[in-house]
């Protein structure tokens, strides 16, 4: 008969240590102070719903810990007739509190300060001229597709369709729970390898298409002083605008301190446009923020897109072998048409789980 693992007396001092937290912050949620100062209110209340998981797993453990006992006693004392049904019980409660174990540990591992957050896509068509495009079509019909079967919502901000149907350059939200922890693992190079619809010789071509992807920034998070902007207007051109050469709405509006310009004219309305570039560039602005706090001297976002070459990239499509390969963990799926209609989740699920035991065995490391 197993034990459960030495961590275990460990893992109760920090359940007690986490609920001690999870309460005070359950009582300040409640202070009419606390309410009325809006920037601490979002940072308590993200705190309070990051504790929220682990309280719960730590306390099933703890309740597991305890039937474990009790049926150990039960077991002592049992007669010959019922020792075989208590064994089934101690065997059972052993195993729920190796798995619980393993969740709790993975739940007290550094949180990734953008857990929790909406996340801002932007999709380029970069190396294979139109042929670039269209595979960054594909790439977004693709998380749309992904969007739906999570339960995320999807709001397009900025499209700028092609001349054969691809998008030069698209920029959407999806909303939802654990976004960013699934979606974080899409930026970079994707390149497509296959016969392009503008190639008469049936040659298979290798064009890329660049993901970026973006923590969407609360107002409390990242400030932007009024003159720190230059807000320039002009009339909507190009394919896909709805409004084309109508009114001056489009709005392209450049943050000074740093250079970043941000252009939306999707919108029928300037105030309308004003307000979707004021989401993206305030998103930018955060990101930017979190790579020099990380010391990355703002590459991380560069680092993502990288040039957009087809030499560089995270994920390769080839249409002639029906095959999608993430190079990151050397994982290949035969099923390409399947991901391509958005069934993501086994990339998805690989990569999360990659990164979790890379962070458990840096634990054990340290």
């Known amino acids: ?44 209340m993200r705190r309070y719903r990051a504790l929220s998981d682990v309280v719960s797993v730590g306390r099933h453990l703890r309740e597991r810990g305890e039937d474990l006992e009790v049926a150990k006693e039960l077991m002592a004392e049992a007669s010959p007739a019922d020792r075989d049904e208590m064994r089934a ?38 190396e294979g001229g139109e042929e670039a495009n269209l595979f960054a079509r594909d790439l977004y019909d693709m998380y749309r597709e992904f969007a739906s079967r999570m339960g995320w919502k999807i709001e397009v901000l900025s499209v700028q369709n092609s001349d054969l149907g691809g998008l030069s350059e698209c920029t959407f939200t999806l909303r939802g729970p654990d976004v960013w922890t699934r979606m974080k693992f899409e930026a970079g190079p994707h390149r497509v390898q296959r016969v392009p619809v503008t190639e008469s010789q049936g040659r298979i071509h290798t064009s890329s298409a660049t993901v970026s992807v973006l923590p969407e920034a609360d107002e409390v998070d990242i400030e932007i002083n009024a003159n720190d902007l230059q807000i320039d207007t002009f009339r909507s051109s190009g394919a896909g605008g709805q409004h084309v050469n109508t009114t001056d709405s489009a709005v392209r509006m450049t943050h000074i301190p740093t250079g970043v310009v941000v252009s939306m004219q999707d919108e029928k309305s300037q105030i309308q446009n004003r307000a979707r570039a004021l989401v993206v560039l305030r998103s930018r602005l955060l990101k930017m923020e979190q790579d020099r706090v990380a010391s990355e001297a703002s590459a991380q976002r560069k680092d993502q897109i990288g040039s957009g070459g087809r030499s560089e990239k995270i994920r390769t499509y080839n249409f002639k072998e029906n095959r999608v390969t993430d190079h990151r963990i050397g994982l290949s799926i035969y099923q390409l048409e399947k991901i391509l209609a958005g069934d993501l989740s086994e990339i998805s699920d690989a990569l999360v789980h990659d990164e979790r035991t890379r962070q458990l065995q840096a634990e054990i490391e340290q």
């Not at 893992?11 to 100062?37: K, N």
């Open 89 to 126: 019980e101690v065997n059972k409660a052993e195993a729920d509190i190796a798995r619980l174990e393993e969740e709790f540990k993975v739940l007290l591992l550094p949180k990734d300060p953008n857990d929790g957050r909406d996340v801002i896509i932007e999709i380029r068509g970069a």
């Open 1 to 44: 008969m197993g034990k459960p693992s030495v961590a275990f007396a460990y893992m109760l001092e920090r359940l007690e240590s986490l609920e001690r937290e999870f309460h005070e912050l359950e009582a300040r949620l409640g202070d009419p102070e606390l309410v009325a100062d809006n920037a601490r209110y979002v940072r308590v």
